[in-house]
């Protein structure tokens, strides 16, 4: 009860194997699909492009801090932009809503007028050397449903399931990155309060 017989396909031979080996064959695809929404080397990821509430462009700096470049130009903050990175990161596919979508599936389930989307671009070398920002994915979430949201990525063909507390976190304004710290300068400056 515990082993079948398989045979390959190449050779006559019939053997037994574990079942539970057989089983987890049997299971459909989506279960062998990477739960991970993205993935890509924090390091590697040089602007990100949010389109929301608020629309904003943060860029990493020379010195690898990150910068608010528009609508106007501040310092982002570097622990608030680790949480996006990483929270970004931390997406779940929890399940398909549709493999191949239509244009009409795709309007039905909000992905058209996304209620946030975020482009992710990565700096990288051009045939003849010089560094550009190419984008390598954009997610695009639709329509909530309870405590999940419709999301899809540009450079795959399915709309995908992920939780709706998980896309919450991501920043939709610019004031949820940018540097919290109100002044900066030398305290022996001061003369009076």
Sequence with gaps: SDQVYVRRVATTNVVLTERHLADLLSQPYK?????QLLSFQPDDLDQIRVD???DFTVQRQPD???MITEP???????VLMGYFVTNLLELQIVD???EVPTEQDLANLGILTPVASYALFEKRKD???ALSAILFSEISFGT???DTIYVKRSDETPVYVTLLADMLVLPR???EIRDRQIWSFNPSNIVSL
């Design 52 to 54: 929301s509430v608020e």
């Design 64 to 66: 690898h801090s990150w």
């Design 127 to 129: 045939t003849n050397g």
């Design 173 to 175: 304004h610019v004031f």
């Design 144 to 146: 909530n449903r309870a």
């Design 72 to 78: 106007v130009r501040m310092k982002a903050d570097e």
């Design 31 to 35: 279960a062998f699909h990477d739960p």
């Design 96 to 98: 398909f809503a549709k």
